[in-house]
């Protein structure tokens, strides 16, 4: 079974910066797939955080664009989430997701909570 696994979480306070990291099995990094990160709060629905396009640009929640950087790096099949200026609102279990060829792979989630 294909996992991911997250890392990088922890309490931060308003302003600090976090960096998640998304090691990925080689057999689904490839350059066909999917790549983003999403984050569910209590009581609300997961929601896509950031995320690679099929041409190789990025997206981002409104929310966040300025803030967050989504990457990846090809030579550790890795990828990442730099969070900066972190607000108390981004507080959420946050997860990897990996599309491709059909099938959704997810991380266990990794928890940011911001507060002061």
């Known amino acids: 079974q294909v996992q991911l696994a997250e890392s990088g979480g922890g309490l931060v306070q308003p302003g600090e910066s976090l960096r998640l990291t998304c090691v990925v099995p080689?057999?689904?990094?490839?350059?066909?797939?999917?790549m983003a990160w999403y984050r569910q709060a209590p009581g609300k629905d997961r929601e896509l955080v950031a995320s690679?396009?099929?041409?190789?640009?990025?997206t981002y929640l409104p929310s966040v664009k300025g803030r967050f950087t989504i990457s990846r790096d090809t030579t550790t099949n890795t990828l990442y989430l730099l969070m900066n200026n972190l607000k108390p609102e981004d507080t959420a279990v946050y997860y990897c997701n990996v599309q491709y060829r059909g099938s959704d792979y997810w991380g266990q989630g990794t928890q940011v909570t911001v507060s002061s």
């Open positions: 690679f396009t099929t041409g190789g640009g990025t």
């Open positions: 080689q057999s689904i990094f490839s350059r066909h797939a999917l």
